[in-house]
């Protein structure tokens, strides 16, 4: 941008770059011409005085090349060795290239399974602020050497949304092939139209197909930057999707919001101390149409105005949960509502599944019948967190002594209608049988319905899954009676629900 700019407040900034943008689709060779502006990019927003994350992509692509394999495999461990291979010289190269500027670079290599621990969560928050406090950019990646599905963000773009989140971020960038999100894929569709501002994901999802891929090396296409925007909006971090062609744009959109938060207070032109903070509070339409700068090309996400708690976005986006805890609809309902606090009382409860601990997370699924529509194909949740979107059908009543098979289908995305059909091998599918013990007593009441358990959301249990299941249903004051003890009368706290769900 050529105009003189008077520049916001200092940010943090999380910048990701996936492997298309890494290493060439067919020859597999470094990019470093965009490697190089990416540095340059980062050098400059330093600077500025922002504090700089880079999560770069790219260790299984660069371990292609060194090994001389034509395509990426199939198999896991062949992938985990290749990105074995390939991360050493990725980080060899990233700080060889800032290097040339005297800039420090650490080496930041995260599983979910690390984080889920809340104290090494902890650990991890402090290195990475110690380093941003230090000058030096760390560069984070996934331990995809020992990531398996339990224990994995499964893509970039998640792990991204959760680093800004960690760190609070005020940005977070995910730089990639296109300028933005489409309607539709625009490698496919000539005629799909760029968004420029996203209020709500889940307002969105409805005009946008993110169901086809990119290209052979990215992992989840469009779909998973989606679920990454969600996280980090949620958690308060304004995310952007933009071109990793000329990734100077990030200076040139951060000059450009840091104007329009400053614009839209009218002040007789000066920029005014009560300028808002939060882009959430900016009429952006209004706003750029008074000021005459060029919108420079890319997608907006703009933050939520509360941002989730530390530990409720802790709770959501970073824990495997161990189990499920089966809810009525009027208990939904209930959660839903602010002024629940999160918290789940015995009464709402239908039942539990799997086995887990109290302290440990859990998913919170919703009972409610679906009416004849086929449960597959209504209810593919798009949820925002990572690893699992769940949905399982209960047809027709559930009684004790049948058998059901929860179809939980791990590493989202999935595609809007539910199928898997254009999915990368990298999106699993697992099936996971619940046994009869696990599943919820409810009354029989008409043959012909339907039911499902839709995952709406999770939390951190109080009582492990044996004592809610013996207090289900029941008011609870009985919980000191048959337990013999009550630490709280709530069975679940901390609970996020993703509001449309
Ligand atoms: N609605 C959409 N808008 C923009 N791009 C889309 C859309 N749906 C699918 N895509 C594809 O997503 C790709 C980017 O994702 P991906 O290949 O995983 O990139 P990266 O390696 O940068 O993470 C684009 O190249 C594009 O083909
Ligand atoms: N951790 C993997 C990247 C996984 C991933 O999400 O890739 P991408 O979709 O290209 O950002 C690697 O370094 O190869």
């Given at each position: 941008m050529s105009r003189s700019v008077k520049r916001g407040p200092p940010s943090t900034i999380v910048i990701k770059l996936g492997t298309s943008s890494i290493v060439h689709e067919e020859t597999h060779q470094p990019l470093l011409s965009i490697l190089s502006a990416v540095v340059e990019t980062v050098i400059s927003l330093r600077s500025h005085g922002h504090k700089v994350v880079l999560v770069s992509s790219g260790a299984i692509g660069v371990g292609l090349r060194t090994m001389d394999i034509p395509q990426r495999p199939k198999s896991?461990?062949?992938?985990?060795?290749?990105?074995?291979?390939?991360?050493?010289?990725?980080?060899?190269?990233?700080?060889?290239?800032?290097?040339?500027?005297?800039?420090?670079?650490?080496?930041?290599?995260?599983?979910?399974?690390?984080?889920?621990?809340?104290?090494?969560?902890?650990?991890?928050?402090?290195?990475?602020?110690?380093?941003?406090?230090?000058?030096?950019?760390?560069?984070v990646n996934e331990n995809d050497t020992i990531s398996v599905s339990e224990i994995k963000f499964g893509d970039n773009d998640?792990?991204?949304?959760?680093?800004?989140?960690?760190?609070?971020?005020?940005?977070?960038?995910?730089?990639?092939?296109?300028?933005?999100?489409?309607?539709?894929?625009?490698?496919?569709?000539?005629?799909?139209?760029k968004l420029d501002v996203v209020i709500s994901v889940a307002a969105i999802r409805a005009q946008v197909s993110t169901s086809t891929l990119g290209s052979s090396l990215g992992t989840g296409g469009m779909e998973t930057k989606l679920i990454a925007a969600e996280i980090a909006t949620g958690a308060g971090v304004t995310t952007v999707i933009a071109s990793s062609k000329q990734p100077s744009v990030i200076v040139d959109i951060i000059d450009y919001y840091a104007a329009?938060?400053?614009?839209?207070?009218?002040?007789?032109?000066?920029v005014s101390p009560t300028a808002p903070q939060n882009l959430n509070q900016v009429d952006l339409d209004e706003v750029a149409a008074s000021l005459s700068w060029p919108r420079p090309p890319h997608t907006v996400f703009k933050p939520a105005l509360i941002p989730m708690r530390d530990l409720k976005a802790w709770t959501s986006h970073t824990l495997y949960p161990a189990g499920s805890v089966v809810i009525d609809s009027g208990a939904h309902a209930v959660l839903s509502r602010r002024e629940?606090?999160?918290?789940?009382?015995?009464?709402?409860?239908?039942?539990?599944?799997?086995?887990?601990?109290?302290?440990?997370?859990?998913?919170?699924?919703?009972?409610?019948?679906?009416?004849?529509?086929?449960?597959?194909?209504?209810?593919?949740?798009?949820?925002?967190?990572?690893?699992?979107?769940?949905?399982t059908p209960c047809t027709p009543v559930l009684e004790p002594g049948a058998s059901v098979t929860a179809s939980v289908t791990s590493l989202v995305p999935l595609s809007r209608s539910g199928s898997s059909a254009s999915l990368s091998d990298d999106m699993i599918s697992d099936s996971q049988t619940i046994t009869d013990d696990e599943i919820p007593l409810i009354e029989k009441t008409d043959e012909c319905e339907i039911w499902d358990c839709v995952e709406v959301g999770r939390g951190l249990a109080n009582y492990n899954s044996a004592q809610i299941s013996r207090v289900r249903g029941l008011n609870?004051?009985?919980?000191?009676?048959?337990?013999?003890?009550?630490?709280?009368?709530?069975?679940?706290?901390?609970i996020t629900i993703r509001m449309s769900a």
């Open positions: 896991l461990s062949k992938k985990q060795a290749l990105a074995a291979i390939g991360q050493g010289r990725l980080i060899a190269l990233w700080d060889n290239l800032f290097g040339q500027f005297d800039q420090r670079t650490a080496q930041v290599l995260l599983t979910r399974g690390d984080i889920s621990d809340r104290t090494r969560y902890l650990n991890a928050v402090n290195t990475l602020n110690e380093l941003l406090s230090m000058g030096v950019v760390p560069i998640t792990l991204s949304a959760i680093t800004s989140s960690m760190i609070h971020a005020d940005y977070l960038f995910l730089l990639t092939d296109v300028d933005g999100l489409y309607t539709s894929n625009p490698r496919k569709d000539p005629s799909a139209k329009l938060k400053s614009t839209s207070v009218p002040t007789s032109g000066a629940s606090g999160g918290r789940l009382l015995p009464a709402g409860v239908l039942g539990v599944r799997g086995s887990f601990a109290s302290g440990q997370a859990v998913r919170i699924l919703v009972h409610r019948r679906t009416e004849g529509v086929p449960v597959e194909a209504k209810e593919v949740a798009q949820m925002p967190y990572s690893n699992v979107a769940a949905t609870s004051a009985r919980i000191a009676q048959l337990l013999g003890y009550a630490d709280t009368e709530y069975v679940v706290e901390n």
